[in-house]
Structures are given as C-alpha cells and as structure tokens.
C-alpha cells in the first residue's frame, strides 16, 4: 500500500517541463551596463613603459548572465599629468537562457595607446564607473635593468658604540643610531658556594654575574661568587657553584639603556632613474649580503623625475621593508652616509 501511495504522490508532483528555472522569458531583450569591483594595472607593478601594452585585470565582473556581456569599453581622459581609464561593461541581453553565474570571471585587457594619449603624463589611473579610484602605475619611457649586489657585512656593524657605518662604495647599507632610551633594571646579590674546589689563586675577587636577559616588572636574583685576581688561573669547577636563595642581600639598581637604529640600502643611480623592484637576502655579520634590484633607467624623451629619495640617490628601508618615505630628512640621511659613516672593510 505505501509503495502504491509514494508512486501516486511522485507522478502528482511531476510537470513535463520541470528543470532550472529561466532567467526571463524567450522575447526579452533589453540593452545597459554592468559594473566591476576589481581592476589591476600591470598585475600590481609600480612602474608601466610607454613602449610597452598596458596589461588591465577586471575581477568580479557583474553581467546578469554571462552571454549577457557584450564588450568592455575602455574610456581615456585626462587629469594634469594622469590619463585616466574608465571601463564600462556594457549588456546585450537577447533572452538567451545561460546557465553560468552572475559575476563573470576576471577579465585581462590588453590596451596599446598611442602617443597623443600619452604626452605629458606620468601616470596610468583606473577607476570604476562612480569614479572612484582603484589602482595607479606610474607611467614612463626607457629601460630596464636587473642587477644583482653581493656587500660583505662587516662584524663592526653589530657594535652601536660603532654606528654610523656603511660598507665602502655604492651600492652600500648604512646602519645609523636614532636614539637611546635610557633604563633602570632592579637586581639583588645572592650568596653561591663553592662545591668543588680547586684553589691555583694567589688572591680572588667578588665576580658579579649579571644575566644576559633582563625582566623588568622583576628583580632578578644575580649570584656573588669568588674569582681568580688573575684571569688565567682556576677557583672552582664552574659545574660546582651552589646558589644561597635565602642568602640575599638588599635590592640595588643597575642602569641601561635601549639602542634604537636604522639600516638603509643606498644606491648612487642615473639622474631620474626609478627602481621598479629590489629584494634581498639574509643579512648575517661576517656573511655577503645579496640585492637583486631591477632600475628603470630613462632615455632622452622622459620628462619626468622619481621616484626616488634624490634625483640621483635611492634610499630602501631594509628593516621596516619599505621605500625610504618622502617625509623623512632624506637631505640629512644622505649627509650621514656621505660624511659622517665611517666606512667600514
């Protein structure tokens, strides 16, 4: 009875013409434009040649449905010395029923310009259709060139009382002290013991041995043992020292204090020249340092300057990983590393 009872509810439910729902009816038609959230010039990179196509990725692309999309209409104006890029994305529906989602998947244009759309500007804008701003390139004319620097890092350069330093010719690193922040860390004396001894000393000395780290919200606990007046000879087995905890003396302060400093690639480059990407490897004392940087270098058609720290100096922030900034004293750094560093081996 039941197997009867499904079988009649199954062919009840069941329409000849069953299947995904249409996104409208066989006689729609209707024209418009879409819009895209996403666009990317040159897949992120900083620098664009006017020589070279000018590669533009459009993501999550909304066109009702994908047949709907007719084309992409790339428009060019110009803002003082930017040309400006306004795609539209532009709708043709006919009724076409198409199973495919409603964002499209990411688009690249390839975009040649000629050169009355490019005189006078020094950078590539695109914005979305509220005019709103989603990516810039800077827009040039010359070279490229890739290099590749090994700088030996002199062991002088993990000493502070040392800095400034840099290494000897350009390119060079340069390690500067910004500041000292002075501070106080609280110790109290413990009594140690000599379990084993082997006396060679004529005479010995108190030997305060001070922690290599320090707590501030305590107060460390530092062992007062007994050493050799000479340094050569022996006392006690070093293994054989025993600490006294409830042998303590009264609390006493030991004075710091923080170095703070800096360390900058600088590179002497052509007059407006540009560095377009640098990377590094590990910097260890007493090791090679490696720099791989690529440099735009501009012909005799360039009309533009930067960026760089100076018209012929480029400055990279190796510890914070990031262009040396134009509101920082470039001017200064630069007498720093000209002057005052000692060059090191």
């Not at 005799?300 to 300057?305: D, F, L, P, V």
């Amino acid at each position: 009875m039941a197997l009867v009872a499904l079988s009649f509810c199954v062919t009840a439910c069941t329409q000849g013409d069953d299947g995904v729902l249409p996104l409208s009816s066989g006689d729609d038609y209707f024209t418009g434009k879409g819009f895209f959230r996403q666009a990317e010039l040159d897949s992120g990179a900083r620098i664009h040649l006017a020589s070279d196509t000018l590669f533009l990725k459009m993501g999550e692309l909304w066109t009702f449905a994908n047949c709907a999309l007719k084309e992409i209409e790339v428009e060019k104006s110009r803002d003082g010395e930017s040309l400006v890029l306004s795609p539209t994305v532009v709708l043709e529906y006919d009724g076409e029923d198409c199973p495919a989602p409603y964002y499209h998947p990411d688009t690249v244009l390839a975009l040649v310009f000629d050169d009355d759309d490019m005189e006078g500007a020094s950078r590539i804008l695109v914005r979305n259709d509220e005019g709103s701003l989603l990516d810039s390139i800077l827009l040039r004319r010359g070279n490229f060139e890739l290099d590749t620097f090994n700088i030996f890092v002199d062991s002088l350069f993990d000493s502070v009382h040392a800095l400034p330093l840099r290494t000897k010719d350009s390119p060079s690193i340069l390690r500067v002290l910004d500041s000292i922040t002075p501070r106080v860390f609280y110790w109290r004396p413990m009594k140690s013991d000599c379990e084993l001894r082997v006396d060679m000393c004529d005479s010995v000395v108190n030997d305060t041995l001070f922690p290599s780290s320090w707590n501030l919200n305590d107060t460390a606990l530092v062992p007062m043992r007994k050493a050799c007046a000479i340094g050569d000879s022996v006392y006690c087995v070093s293994s054989r020292w025993v600490n006294d905890s409830a042998s303590l003396d009264g609390v006493q302060e030991r004075a710091d204090t923080v170095w703070h400093t800096s360390l900058y690639y600088v590179e002497k480059i052509p007059e407006c020249a540009s560095v377009n990407s640098i990377s590094f490897g590990s910097l260890v004392l007493g090791k090679k340092f490696t720099i791989v940087r690529e440099l735009m270098v501009p012909d005799e058609s360039e009309t533009s300057c930067g960026p760089s720290t100076k018209k012929d100096l480029f400055v990279y922030d190796i510890q914070r990983m990031r262009f040396f900034p134009d509101t920082l004293d470039v001017d200064s750094l630069y007498g720093i590393w000209k002057s005052k560093a000692t060059v090191v081996k």
